[in-house]
């Protein structure tokens, strides 16, 4: 069929179908980050020929001592792409580069795997729309662990020929490819899915430090919760208590994993889309103080789990 099985719920374009029908070979990816240089790697991994650029110099000596191939320049790298693909800081960074990119690669699929606004977003889809390029915005899921392993949910929202063209591309570097509508409502179910993870976290993190001012112990809750009503993702797979779940940051300090101050932006994205459409998102402005709290106390580039200290301290 083309696909070989990698794991549960995992599958990976074969080595043939890469060789014989991607007519999306040469890929542009621009963005080498904790979270673009693992991704990248893996689409170099599954048989792509990629051209990789970062501004940071840092970045591109990490990406070269990892065998990445790199360009001198983003027009370089534009140079024969059959795609572009983008992991980027904000709205900003990725309209600069579409803007200079379509001019040399207009005829190249351009994916951004960034989370940014939604306004941003689809002033990227008109830019790639008005070259006649297709685009997808596909953020993502899973974070640095789920970029190295290549098991990343891709989030994505495209007209259907162009979510199509991007599939097996995302396919090399996640285990899950949603479509979730036209451009743009890739970065809505992103906005929307870290909302609720954001609120969950906060409300877990409350949970767990009220008990130990009750006296009730870590592990007594967890066991209650885990099995009972008060059970989510934040609490069986991410527990912001060392000691509890074997992949919590919590059991690392805080280190690695999803940054405060990503959740924290995430959030405000939330609200500023919300602000748009007439709404009001009290619970995720309630967690986004709580985060903003922990960013000011020197939590910025801990795991948001560890807002649990800054309610610890209070």
Known sequence: ????????????????????????SR????????????????LSASGYEIAGFDCSASARDKAASQGLRLSDSMEQAAEDADAVVTMLQNGDQVLSVWEGMLGLAADALFIDCSTIDLASARRAHGLARARGALSVDAPVSGGVAG???????????????AFEKAEPILQSMGARIVHCGGPGLGQAAKICNNLMLGVAMAATAEAFTLAEQLGLSSQALFDVASVSSGQSWSLTS?????????????????????QTKLMLKDLRLAEMAAA??????????AAARL??????EGGGEDDFSGVIQAMRRR
């Open 27 to 42: 890929i542009a990816f621009i963005g080498l980050g904790a979270m673009g240089l693992p991704m990248a790697a893996n």
């Open 291 to 296: 985060y903003s709290e922990f960013e000011s």
């Open 147 to 161: 970029a190295q392993a290549g098991k990343l949910t891709f989030m994505c929202g495209a007209e259907r020929d």
């Open 1 to 24: 069929m083309g696909w070989r099985r990698q794991g549960r719920g995992e599958f990976r374009l074969s080595d043939d179908v890469l060789s014989k029908e991607s007519q999306l």
């Open 276 to 285: 748009g459409s007439g709404l009001e998102t009290p619970m995720a402005s």
């Open 238 to 258: 991410y527990c912001p208590v060392a000691g509890l779940t074997p992949d919590s940051p919590a059991n690392r300090g805080y280190k690695a994993g999803f």
